[in-house]
Nanobody, 123 residues
Framework: QVQLVESGGGLVQAGGSLRLSCVAS????????MGWFRQAPWKEREFVAA???????LYADSVKGRFTISGDNAKRSVYLSMNSLKPEDTAVYYC?????????????????WGQGTQVVVSS
């Protein structure tokens, strides 16, 4: 089992920035990857960004150039720096853990999920 705890969500004005954090605990395996997904009200969960153990990254087109994913393997943590936020970025953001060694964009490639942290971007 792997437990994930997200933090850093909140309310921000459009154009502002936030940094989300996720810490993993439990039985992680070497070479694992981490990802961020989000889910807005009445919408399906969608991919945001992912990072592999070796720091390869993958981004959704909607966040490229605005969001940056990074990781700290020693701390078993992953971060999402979000800049130039837009109202359409409003969602619950979820951290996820994958045993795959390459960044994954599909939800079914992730075995464990955090509880989520709310991000609200006001216009």
């Amino acid at each position: 089992q792997v437990q994930l705890v997200e933090s850093g969500g909140g309310l921000v004005q459009a154009g502002g920035s936030l940094r989300l954090s996720c810490v993993a605990s439990g039985r992680t395996v070497s070479g694992y990857g981490m990802g961020w997904f989000r889910q807005a009200p009445w919408k399906e969960r969608e991919f945001v960004a992912a990072i592999s153990w070796s720091d390869n990254t993958l981004y959704a087109d909607s966040v490229k150039g605005r969001f940056t994913i990074s990781g700290d393997n020693a701390k078993r943590s992953v971060y999402l720096s979000m800049n130039s936020l837009k109202p359409e970025d409003t969602a619950v953001y979820y951290c996820a853990y994958s045993k795959k060694s390459w960044p994954q964009a599909r939800t079914n490639e992730y075995e464990f999920w955090g509880q989520g942290t709310q991000v609200v971007v006001s216009s």
